[in-house]
């Protein structure tokens, strides 16, 4: 069965700082990766997603991640955060079945907290 | 192009009672998903719908139970309600292609459920 570990539960950073968020999946066969972000009392945005290919994935709001198969990990980064980035970001991973459709197995979630 | 939608955005029921969700899919798609997501918790995988009929299915118990319309819109049921089944409850569309349910899940703002 897949998994998702996102190790790190909440993260302070500084407005114009950097920033990583860890996710680390298991799973049998390549992955479709996904990073989502919520924000408090709402549905899930999707931010980008790997499929295959590049492993460098570039998404909205200035967000990219990278696909490393040896470290089984996906790791979502930002190189200037904004104050409206606060949030709580999920990894997630999409399981192929043998019917042929996928689903979503989510990670417990980052909270991102921005402070001036 | 409407995104995905769900009724109602908030519910408060008690022990013991049954409950309706409603979600209608982003245009054009064909699948949706249901996840439950507990407070401070990733969302977890409920079941998937397309064609009229229950796909894929997560641990949940027979209380959760769905149906899809022929125009892709699904309900969610629960009955005889816990205190365990408050939640958001979010819907998730995609469209499946030749079988396959390739392309990304687009969810919606989700139900807020709470049980007393």
């Known amino acids: 069965a897949q998994s998702v570990t996102q190790p790190d539960i909440h993260i302070t950073v500084s407005e114009g700082a950097s920033l990583e968020l860890r996710c680390n999946y298991s799973y049998g066969a390549t992955p479709y990766l996904f990073w989502y972000v919520q924000s408090p009392g709402q549905g899930l945005q999707l931010l980008l997603k790997y499929f295959s290919g590049d492993t460098l994935v570039q998404g909205i709001k200035g967000f990219e991640a990278e696909f490393k198969r040896s470290q089984s990990s996906f790791n979502l980064r930002k190189p200037s955060v904004h104050w409206s980035d606060a949030a709580e970001y999920f990894c997630?991973?999409?399981?192929?079945?043998?019917?042929?459709?996928?689903?979503?197995?989510f990670g417990t979630g980052t909270r991102l907290t921005i402070i001036p | 192009d409407a995104g995905v939608t769900q009724s109602p955005t908030h519910l408060i029921k008690t022990r013991g009672q049954q409950v309706t969700l409603r979600c209608s899919p982003k245009?054009?798609?064909?699948?949706v998903s249901w996840y439950q997501q507990a407070l401070g918790q990733g969302p977890q995988f409920i079941f998937q719908?397309?064609?009229?009929?229950?796909?894929q299915r997560g641990n949940f118990p027979d209380r959760f139970s769905g149906h899809q319309f022929p125009n892709y819109s699904s309900e969610l049921n629960v009955n005889a309600l816990l205190l365990g089944d408050s939640a958001l409850y979010l819907c998730?569309?995609?469209?499946?292609?030749?079988?396959?349910?390739?392309?990304?899940?687009?969810f919606g703002p989700g139900t807020r459920l709470t049980v007393l």
């Open positions: 245009s054009g798609h064909d699948t």
């Open positions: 719908y397309y064609e009229e009929e229950e796909r």
């Open positions: 997630a991973v999409g399981a192929r079945t043998n019917f042929g459709n996928e689903k979503l197995t």
């Open positions: 998730a569309s995609s469209l499946d292609r030749f079988g396959l349910s390739t392309d990304t899940q687009y």
